[in-house]
């Protein structure tokens, strides 16, 4: 084995999350909520890629995400790869994909778009209108959004402050 692997220990069972954009490992696991799970996590920051020059990597034992995890992934960090583990072998890879419609996961800040109205229940969605660098628009309201403008529907509203103001960085 080559130094390069021996710098980022291989699990038995779980999910890889590679080619991260670099410094953005933390901030995908608190908009995850991976950073809340017991199990082994190796996290890699700015770790050499020939590809991309910095990465990041996290490798979380036990875990398989959701789509809606990865959905998440794939807005900060477009080139990431999920590799599922077992028994130390990757038994299968996607590539994350950015929907052309993100829906439910971004919220949009318009104070006169009808997502936020208390008489209207209607859930955030956005049209992507292009991958790098990132740009969506509301669908309600045609606002434009750039990645450091996002703010994540998140449950525990004290981290979007938190999220915000990493994205920033």
């Known amino acids: ?12 069972k779980g999910t890889v ?3 991260v954009e670099s410094g953005y490992a933390l901030t995908i696991l608190n ?9 082994l996590m190796t996290i890699g920051v700015n ?7 910095k990465k990041d990597i996290i490798k979380i034992e036990n875990v398989f995400l959701t789509e809606v995890q ?5 807005i900060l960090s477009p080139n990431a790869t999920i590799s599922l583990i077992e028994d130390y072998k990757v038994i299968e890879k996607k590539r994350v994909k950015l929907p052309k419609i993100i829906k439910k996961l971004i919220v949009c800040t318009n104070r006169t778009c009808i997502t936020n109205s208390r008489e209207e229940p209607i859930d955030y969605e956005f049209n992507v209108l292009q991958e790098k660098p990132l740009r969506i628009q ?6 434009i959004y750039r990645l ?7 449950k525990r509203k004290k981290e979007n402050k938190f999220l915000k103001q990493i994205i920033e960085l």
């Open 70 to 74: 990865m959905q998440q992934i794939s």
């Open 17 to 19: 999350i590679d080619h």
């Open 1 to 12: 084995m080559s130094e390069e692997k021996l710098k980022i220990e291989r699990i038995k």
């Open 31 to 39: 908009l995850t909520g991976l950073d809340e799970s017991p199990n």
């Open 138 to 143: 509301c669908v309600y309201c045609d606002r």
């Open 148 to 154: 450091d403008e996002i703010i994540f529907a998140t």
């Open 47 to 53: 770790v050499n890629s020939k590809k991309f020059g």
